[in-house]
């Protein structure tokens, strides 16, 4: 999502409410529109070929910088949400599970927690980092709330950029909370595969009780 009006882009990290944010700040939104969103997907269908190439729905940084180039994108005030990796897993888990569209669902559906943190480690590692960092591994966003402190992070931005917004919090997925799930081989694997968003994002690497 992005701004010309307020000059922001928001990286619309997984799980870490996104669609609450987006909804939030939505007046503002200068998203590429909609008919080309729509023709995109028409001639994908028939061409296996996008027609126009522009950041989607959960683009990465730098996709947003190849997009508009250096200059301008250092125009704008860039920022994300970020999210505990024990409890991303656990909300991912049942997000997956829930969701019979899901594009993994079929994967994940009959598993337990354990295989599921086996899957992931193993398979299918996405980092929170790769949202926020260049080829290089260099940090290209200028600010990163956490969920865990959603009001008082986006709050932050707000007043930075003179923004109104209300925010609610939508696309939950309900589990118990997050510490309940794990074992200690299965938060040994999350510490071992997830390190580097641990200390990126400076989240302890053991779960508090």
């Known amino acids: 999502m992005h701004s010309n009006s307020k000059k922001f ?4 990290s997984f799980k870490t409410g996104s669609r609450s944010i987006v909804e939030a700040l939505n007046e503002y939104n ?3 529109n909609f008919f080309r969103i729509y023709l995109n997907k028409i001639t994908k ?3 296996l070929k996008e027609l126009y190439n522009f950041p989607k729905k959960h683009a990465k940084a730098y996709e947003y910088l190849d997009y508009f180039g250096p200059k301008k994108y250092n ?3 860039k920022f994300t949400f970020c999210r505990n ?3 991303i897993q656990v909300s991912y888990f049942h997000f997956m599970k829930e969701r019979k569209k899901h594009w993994q669902h079929e994967i994940v559906k009959d598993m337990s927690f354990d295989e599921y943190i086996l899957w992931r480690c193993k398979e299918d590692r996405q980092l929170q980092k790769n949202f926020v960092v260049d080829s290089e591994g260099n940090l290209i966003v200028d600010f990163i709330g956490k969920l865990e402190n959603i009001n008082q992070d986006l709050n932050t931005v707000a007043k930075k950029l003179n923004l109104n917004y209300q925010l609610k919090h939508i696309n939950s997925s309900s589990h118990r909370q997050y510490q309940e799930y794990y074992n200690k081989k299965t938060e040994d694997l999350i510490i071992d595969h997830f390190y580097e968003d ?3 994002f400076d989240y302890p690497k053991k779960i508090l009780k």
């Open 30 to 32: 200068s998203d590429f």
């Open 85 to 87: 990796p024990f409890d």
């Open 198 to 200: 641990f200390e990126l």
């Open 9 to 12: 882009i928001y990286i619309e």
């Open 45 to 47: 269908k028939i061409i």
């Open 75 to 77: 125009e704008f005030f």
